[in-house]
């Protein structure tokens, strides 16, 4: 969010009045999201941490808060300090403004962290769906580590060139994670469209409330909203600053959204690929008694001793 008290007299006053604005519109968002980090942690804790996949996610997740908590507050002290600068002015017309290059660093750096902990969450949903296949791991590795540059760049040098201005519109780091969220969207949706035929059949079977239910998951994990949200925040620049501010509190809480509703879809398994073990890292299941082990080999399933393996190659992949 750029730094809302640069201006002198009405300007100053307009530019606070911009600023309570788009800050009471994060606060709103960022209730959103400690509803959906509540479920999330809760989705987690309720299915267990045993998998390394699972505990990965937690730490993000509770991470993602922590910093996306840091720049609301960051944005609240720095509006109260705009209306202490404008009550304590001296002169009618100027209004000394105060040193806030620290919340600045702070605003930079917790979004900046944020954007690609959550681009890693993304990629890592999108190997999984496509069995960690080398093509989309060698693209994905080399999207987020050039993301991870970008946005190291952003913190380092992004205030100078805004003009000492909070976060503004990067025009290196945002297109960026603009193209690895659209690289995600892509290869999720490539995905489902190669299942496309048995999506279809699950979708008529079930009721209309589950068919909105898995259509709506399927928008969600292919992350087309979110990449529609990055392609108009880039463009946001060309409109105006006041809505450019606005897209950027906006995304200051869509970029931990996004990937907290895919962990909480994971969870639950509501994602619509969740039959073929895509929700968990590894394609083996603990069978402790013989009764588990023989519905999985029923199902599909091979002993190998105290563990139920599944056998690939009875998947059939369109």
């Not at 296949?133 to 060139?161: D, H, M, N, R």
């Not at 209309?208 to 620049?237: K, P």
């Amino acid at each position: 969010m750029s730094p809302p008290f640069s201006g002198v007299g009405l300007l100053y006053l307009d530019n606070l009045r911009s600023t309570t604005f788009t800050t009471l519109l994060l606060v709103a968002l960022y209730c959103v999201l400690a509803c959906a980090f509540c479920v999330a942690v809760y989705d987690l804790l309720k299915g267990g941490l045993r998998s390394r996949s699972n505990k990965l996610n937690f730490g993000a997740i509770c991470v993602l808060f922590i910093l996306t908590t840091s720049y609301t507050v960051a944005s609240i002290v720095e509006l109260w300090k705009g209306f202490n600068d404008a009550l304590n002015a001296q002169d009618d017309v100027l209004v000394e403004t105060g040193d806030s290059a620290t919340l600045v660093l702070i605003q930079n750096l917790a979004f900046s962290v944020s954007v690609v902990l959550g681009d890693a969450i993304i990629l890592w949903r999108a190997l999984v769906i496509w069995a960690w296949k080398k093509s989309i791991k060698y693209i994905s590795g080399f999207l987020l580590l050039s993301t991870t540059v970008l946005w190291i760049f952003e913190v380092a040098f992004g205030a100078q060139f805004h003009g000492g201005q909070g976060l503004g519109l990067s025009v290196v780091a945002v297109p960026g994670s603009l193209a690895t969220s659209l690289w995600a969207t892509s290869v999720i949706s490539w995905k489902y469209w190669q299942e496309r035929r048995k999506l279809s059949k699950d979708i008529i079977k079930v009721s209309r409330r589950s068919a909105l239910e898995n259509v709506l998951a399927i928008l969600t994990e292919s992350g087309l909203v979110f990449t529609l949200l990055w392609a108009v925040y880039f463009a946001s620049a060309l409109i105006g600053e006041v809505f450019n501010q606005a897209m950027a509190d906006v995304m200051v809480i869509a970029a931990p959204l996004y990937p907290m509703l895919v962990v909480i879809l994971v969870a639950r398994q509501k994602t619509p690929l969740h039959n073929q073990l895509t929700s968990i890292e590894s394609r083996t299941v603990n069978a402790q008694s013989t009764e588990s082990q023989d519905f999985l080999v029923e199902e599909g399933y091979t002993r190998d001793g105290d563990i139920a393996l599944y056998d690939l190659q009875k998947e059939s992949f369109t």
